[in-house]
């Protein structure tokens, strides 16, 4: 079942955009003005949320990012003393310590 459209675009374009438009239309497989307008933004909006979602490699690159990922974590002591000392805002307000030492992953102090 579809969802029924119920939400409204409203755009403003100068002539010359909208022959440009209308002309596509026209070569095209759209059945109105509308659905040439939305089906164009929908492609526009899945390519700018893939590039935001989805991480693309190369082979070699990719086999190189398995690998990294296999590695044992390294001890890096300044960060596990950055994460196991209060915060700013913890030293500043003690409710923001006692909420910051719930959180999972974070250290109580």
Do not use: C, H, W
Not at 58 to 73: C, D, G, I, K, Q
């Amino acid at each position: 079942m579809t969802a029924r459209a119920t939400e409204r675009f409203n755009l403003r374009a100068t002539p010359e955009q909208v022959a440009k438009i209308r002309a596509a239309v026209e070569i095209g497989n759209e059945r109105s003005l509308t659905d040439y307008i939305l089906s164009s933004a929908l492609i526009i909006a899945d390519q700018r949320l893939m590039d935001r979602t989805r991480l693309g490699f190369e082979a070699r690159a990719y086999n190189a990012f398995l690998r990294a990922l296999e590695e044992p974590p390294k001890d890096l002591t300044r960060m596990r003393r950055l994460l196991s000392e209060p915060s700013v805002l913890e030293r500043q307000n003690p409710d923001v310590a006692a909420q910051g030492a719930e959180t999972p992953g974070r250290q109580a102090t």
